[in-house]
């Protein structure tokens, strides 16, 4: 029998109550994940001719019909939208954390904790949403460039390991997915936060153009813009422009924010290259030892517990970054029994998340005759301006940049007002004060210590290890938060704000106050680098040791900055999907 066959049979003899389906045709590729990651793989791979399968462990997505509470009202919703019944509680023990992200509006979005378990070492809230198009439903679309400072900065400091490309091998790329995405925004001509191809952007209103005057006067390295994101202002390839109806986390119907279900899914089926296939857990890599490649996906269907095999000439993880870590760490052979591609010991280490949760908030007066109209999808940015120059240098390396608004309270502050009957209605028909708020998102450095592993002992429904998650802050995350905090109130009293405070919601030792995975941007566990010794991937998003693996979502990054990092991950898959089918037609991935 063949070492292959041999494999092949061990893992099935772990399910032999269950029926083993067929093996399938072969595939050009196998994309693995539907989200932002996983979408534009499928639209490069199909629109380069490839035959590709996408696996998404979640249900199939209808855009537009699939989004069911996007235009109720408050009123027709439990709770007025709000926090959810104790039961979806009990169930989503995880996702309850955050009542901002997870609520009457969103929950369907989100998976049922009970179903999913994982195991928090330490306090670690994971973000998961399973279902076609993935995070891309829910995200929030802040979508910034990486500067060429972000790229030097581990070797500049000392810290992790060197990137092995540089902002110029991907501002091509950034180029090239701004224009198809759609990205908002404001040119700045700042070094930190490079500018793209973008929209026009949203506009200001009048209390942040009055900040953003203020702050620049006061603090000349610091900008206020518009937040650059991926929603669009001028029709794009069919799509319509953001009419501001919001809130765009329960999903768009006109196309006008960008995410997999609306952009680049529909994109790569119209090649007539794609099937996607829902409800498709993937257990884990077959690895063939004597042409060192990936031979094969197995999958566990979600809802018949079928055991099938998928093969490809190459295979693109984007399953998140954790879940991508998770099928490797699980894809074991006799040439790696620690997980596939990891001779350097390096999978699963360095988990990197953005801390925030900190920043300040204020009341300013002056403005009571002015308001704004419909919602719009966006608030004000502040760039990084810390560690940049000599002048703005501290004690900590890296620094961070804010995401905020300014807005009118509206009548829910009579929660917090005295008075009754017809005098409190009164009062409450006319817009309340002006305030506003900015929180700071910190970049992380990468530490080994922070990591994931398998559970040998405990697995879930479908029989796969559970994930054991170990991360936390480190002394220069809380030494720059003291800045996040304060830079933030000095900010708004230059701006002429009243009653500021500070807020920082880190609890130690709890859940729900700012614990690494909150920010929603976990990254690292199979970074890129230039040694196989010490890093999984290569400057193509390619396993060092096995060549047709690629991985091109979060896990891949190297460090994290302090921007979003979303429209990292559409660059470094378009770049790495050419790449790839240039070396197929080279013969150099079979």
């Given at each position: 029998?063949?070492?292959?066959?041999?494999?092949?049979?061990?893992?099935?003899?772990?399910?032999?109550?269950?029926?083993?389906?067929?093996?399938?045709?072969?595939?050009?590729?196998?994309?693995?994940?539907?989200?932002?990651?996983?979408?534009?793989?499928?639209?490069?791979?199909?629109?380069?001719?490839?035959?590709?399968?996408?696996?998404?462990?979640?249900?199939?997505?209808?855009?537009?019909?699939?989004?069911?509470?996007?235009?109720?009202?408050?009123?027709?919703?439990?709770?007025?939208?709000?926090?959810?019944?104790?039961?979806?509680?009990?169930?989503?023990?995880?996702?309850?954390?955050?009542?901002?992200?997870?609520?009457?509006?969103?929950?369907?979005?989100?998976?049922?904790?009970?179903?999913?378990?994982?195991?928090?070492?330490?306090?670690?809230?994971?973000?998961?949403?399973?279902?076609?198009?993935?995070?891309?439903?829910?995200?929030?679309?802040?979508?910034?460039?990486?500067?060429?400072?972000?790229?030097?900065?581990?070797?500049?400091?000392?810290?992790?390991?060197?990137?092995?490309?540089?902002?110029?091998?991907?501002?091509?790329?950034?180029?090239?997915?701004?224009?198809?995405?759609?990205?908002?925004?404001?040119?700045?001509?700042?070094?930190?936060?490079?500018?793209?191809?973008?929209?026009?952007?949203?506009?200001?209103?009048?209390?942040?153009?009055?900040?953003?005057?203020?702050?620049?006067?006061?603090?000349?390295?610091?900008?206020?813009?518009?937040?650059?994101?991926?929603?669009?202002?001028?029709?794009?390839?069919?799509?319509?422009?953001?009419?501001?109806?919001?809130?765009?986390?329960?999903?768009?119907?006109?196309?006008?924010?960008?995410?997999?279900?609306?952009?680049?899914?529909?994109?790569?089926?119209?090649t007539g290259n794609m099937t996607l296939r829902p409800h498709s857990i993937v257990h884990s890599l077959e690895f063939d030892e004597e042409k060192g490649r990936v031979s094969a996906v197995r999958v566990i269907d979600a809802e018949t517990m079928e055991q099938l095999e998928f093969r490809a000439k190459v295979v693109f993880l984007c399953a998140s970054a954790l879940g991508s870590t998770q099928i490797m760490?699980?894809?074991?052979?006799?040439?790696?029994?620690?997980?596939?591609?990891?001779?350097?010991?390096?999978?699963?280490?360095?988990?990197?998340?953005?801390?925030?949760?900190?920043?300040?908030?204020?009341?300013?007066?002056?403005?009571?005759?002015?308001?704004?109209?419909?919602?719009?999808?966006?608030?004000?940015?502040?760039?990084?301006?810390?560690?940049?120059?000599?002048?703005?240098?501290?004690?900590?390396?890296?620094?961070?940049?804010?995401?905020?608004?300014?807005?009118?309270?509206?009548?829910?502050?009579?929660?917090?007002?005295?008075?009754?009957?017809?005098?409190?209605?009164?009062?409450?028909?006319?817009?309340?004060?002006?305030?506003?708020?900015?929180?700071?998102?910190?970049?992380?450095?990468?530490?080994?210590?922070?990591?994931?592993?398998?559970?040998?002992?405990?697995?879930?429904?479908?029989?796969?290890?559970?994930?054991?998650?170990?991360?936390?802050?480190?002394e220069n995350e809380f030494a720059m938060r003291e800045d996040m905090g304060n830079d933030a109130a000095e900010m708004l009293e230059a701006a002429g704000f009243k009653n500021v405070s500070v807020y920082n919601r880190f609890q130690e030792g709890g859940v729900g106050g700012a614990e690494p995975g909150l920010g929603i941007h976990e990254m690292g566990t199979a970074r890129m680098g230039r040694d196989p010794g010490t890093s999984i991937l290569n400057e193509n998003n390619q396993a060092?040791?096995?060549?047709?693996?690629?991985?091109?979502?979060?896990?891949?990054?190297?460090?994290?900055?302090?921007?979003?990092?979303?429209?990292?991950?559409?660059?470094?898959?378009?770049?790495?999907?050419?790449?790839?089918?240039?070396?197929?037609?080279?013969?150099?991935?079979?």
């Open positions: 029998m063949s070492k292959k066959r041999e494999t092949r049979n061990r893992f099935y003899m772990k399910y032999k109550n269950v029926n083993i389906a067929q093996e399938m045709e072969e595939y050009d590729a196998i994309v693995v994940g539907s989200g932002i990651s996983g979408g534009w793989a499928a639209k490069e791979l199909s629109e380069k001719g490839m035959k590709t399968l996408v696996l998404e462990r979640g249900r199939s997505v209808t855009h537009s019909t699939d989004y069911i509470t996007e235009h109720k009202r408050p009123w027709e919703l439990a709770n007025r939208g709000g926090e959810v019944d104790n039961a979806t509680k009990e169930e989503s023990y995880v996702h309850s954390r955050d009542r901002g992200v997870f609520n009457e509006g969103t929950k369907h979005w989100f998976l049922n904790d009970k179903d999913h378990p994982y195991i928090e070492e330490k306090p670690f809230t994971w973000v998961r949403g399973y279902h076609e198009g993935g995070r891309s439903i829910m995200w929030g679309r802040h979508s910034y460039r990486w500067s060429p400072m972000d790229f030097e900065a581990n070797a500049r400091d000392g810290v992790g390991v060197d990137w092995p490309i540089r902002y110029e091998d991907l501002a091509p790329w950034y180029d090239y997915v701004e224009s198809y995405a759609g990205i908002s925004g404001e040119l700045l001509g700042l070094s930190q936060l490079p500018d793209g191809k973008f929209q026009k952007g949203m506009e200001l209103n009048v209390v942040e153009k009055h900040m953003r005057n203020q702050i620049n006067g006061a603090f000349p390295e610091r900008m206020l813009t518009i937040g650059r994101v991926a929603i669009l202002t001028e029709a794009l390839n069919g799509r319509a422009a953001c009419h501001y109806c919001g809130p765009c986390s329960r999903g768009c119907s006109t196309s006008s924010y960008f995410s997999s279900v609306s952009t680049t899914l529909p994109a790569a089926r119209a760490l699980n894809s074991t052979s006799n040439r790696f029994p620690n997980g596939i591609a990891n001779s350097s010991g390096s999978l699963g280490h360095y988990l990197m998340d953005h801390h925030f949760r900190i920043g300040a908030g204020g009341t300013i007066d002056g403005f009571d005759d002015r308001y704004y109209y419909g919602n719009r999808p966006t608030g004000f940015y502040i760039p990084r301006f810390r560690n940049i120059s000599e002048s703005t240098r501290r004690d900590y390396v890296r620094g961070f940049g804010y995401q905020g608004r300014a807005s009118r309270q509206g009548w829910g502050r009579g929660t917090g007002l005295r008075g009754f009957g017809a005098d409190l209605k009164n009062t409450l028909r006319d817009a309340g004060p002006w305030r506003a708020s900015m929180t700071a998102f910190g970049e992380t450095l990468p530490r080994y210590e922070n990591h994931v592993r398998l559970d040998s002992d405990q697995k879930d429904k479908w029989g796969i290890p559970l994930l054991r998650i170990n991360c936390e802050w480190g060092h040791e096995v060549p047709n693996l690629f991985v091109t979502d979060g896990a891949c990054m190297t460090s994290s900055a302090c921007q979003n990092p979303s429209l990292t991950y559409m660059a470094l898959t378009a770049r790495a999907a050419n790449f790839a089918v240039e070396e197929m037609k080279k013969g150099n991935l079979m």
